[in-house]
């Protein structure tokens, strides 16, 4: 093995190396989802960042043979480390493609894991350990503790969406679900409400075409209800996978992610968001600045009086309604729906003659 194998190029120098390979480490700043091509190998791209290009980056394309074999980035602010990847152009955007007959690659975790040992947590068939590489690991999570990733904070709360176009939204995966066979609607939350939606119908249509309840096609289980957070709109998101198959199975639920280029639409006066073939994704730890906000924001919000009231009824809510009980503090409808005590009541109101009874 040569020299020039333990030489890892800086981004700003490898661009200029068209057709080439070169070696490459650099702080993961997102993904796109796996998914299958035209042909039989499956694929995704990793955009990564360095001192020398800390907004720009560049983007690796990876081929492999399965999904599994595909890089699972951990979190954003991990560490990517390439091996023998050539440079390509294609138009003006440069990139560097991953051949999976002579690449190689390792993941290893990233600023918030100054402390730990040098271990990858995924690694390629052709990838092999060097002591060499470790300096480079280091120099990388301490460049990364002092710089601040760009575009984390450019994205949209659920509360600001609008409709049409794309846009970036910073939230949690607290649920995905098969809703048909192939179609998958993701459950997503940020602690906010998203803005209130027209209602286009007429009154005496109601009865034979009501409006849907939610944009799934029957409930979600009772069980998976009851785990989901009583205040703030759980939006669902559809995953619009159009000719390809994409790795559904590896989003990971219960953690905070930053979706870029989705579509928000409203049907049918109900708000939902469309993951789209080309969004990408960047996982995000629990200590990041901009979830630890969020966090903090809805903890205050539901410690509030008025917090479980919809973010559009302030400056203050209206006193249209009086109740005999102005102290009683205000609950959701998830509230009622995830309570142990529900009960379930229902009249039939076809038979009018039971339900003139129920007046006697």
């Known amino acids: ?28 700043v997102e993904t796109s989802l796996p998914k299958s091509t035209k042909g039989t190998d499956y694929f995704c791209s990793v955009k990564i960042i360095d001192e020398s290009r800390p907004s720009l980056g560049i983007y690796i394309n990876f081929f492999a043979e399965t999904m599994e074999k595909l890089p699972h980035v951990g979190s954003v602010g991990d560490i990517i480390m390439v091996s023998h990847v050539v440079v390509k152009i294609r138009g003006s955007e440069v990139y560097a493609l991953f051949n999976k007959a002579f690449s190689s690659f390792a993941l290893f975790e990233g600023r918030d894991h100054s402390g730990k040992e040098l271990v990858p947590y995924q690694i390629s068939s052709r ?31 659920l509360r600001e969406i609008k409709e049409g176009g794309h846009l970036n939204l910073l939230c949690k995966i607290l649920h995905i679900s098969e809703v048909k066979e192939n179609d998958w609607m993701l459950f997503v939350w940020d602690g906010t409400d998203t803005p209130p939606a ?7 249509d109601e009865m ?42 590896f989003l990971k639920t219960n953690k905070w992610v930053k979706l870029i280029n989705v579509k928000c639409e409203v049907h049918a006066a109900l708000w939902h968001a469309v993951l ?27 410690q509030s009086k008025w917090g479980r009231m919809p973010f559009t009824s302030f400056p203050w809510p209206s006193h ?16 009622i729906l995830s309570h142990p ?17 129920i007046y006697e």
């Open 1 to 28: 093995m040569g020299r020039e194998d333990y030489k890892f190029m800086q981004l700003v120098d490898a661009i200029a190396c068209i057709n080439q390979r070169v070696n490459l480490i650099g702080i993961v």
């Open 276 to 302: 789209m073939p080309f969004s990408k994704l960047c996982y995000l730890p629990d200590d990041d600045h901009s979830v630890i906000e969020r966090q903090r924001s809805y903890n205050e919000r539901i």
């Open 208 to 249: 034979e075409n009501p409006l849907p309840l939610q944009v799934e096609p029957s409930p979600v289980s009772r069980d998976v209800l009851c785990t989901l957070p009583p205040v703030g709109t759980i939006l669902r998101m559809i995953v619009d996978q159009g000719n390809e198959k994409i790795g559904i199975k």
């Open 341 to 357: 005590y529900l009960i379930h009541l229902s009249i039939s109101f076809m038979e009018h003659e039971s339900l003139c009874d």
């Open 198 to 204: 027209f209602v286009e119908a007429k009154l005496e």
């Open 127 to 157: 990838y092999k350990a060097r002591d060499q590489d470790k300096n480079f690991i280091m120099g990388l999570r301490k460049w990364s503790m002092q710089h601040k990733i760009e575009g984390l904070n450019e994205s949209l709360q």
């Open 320 to 335: 249209i309604t009086e109740t005999e009980h102005p102290d009683v503090p205000f609950v959701t409808l998830m509230n």
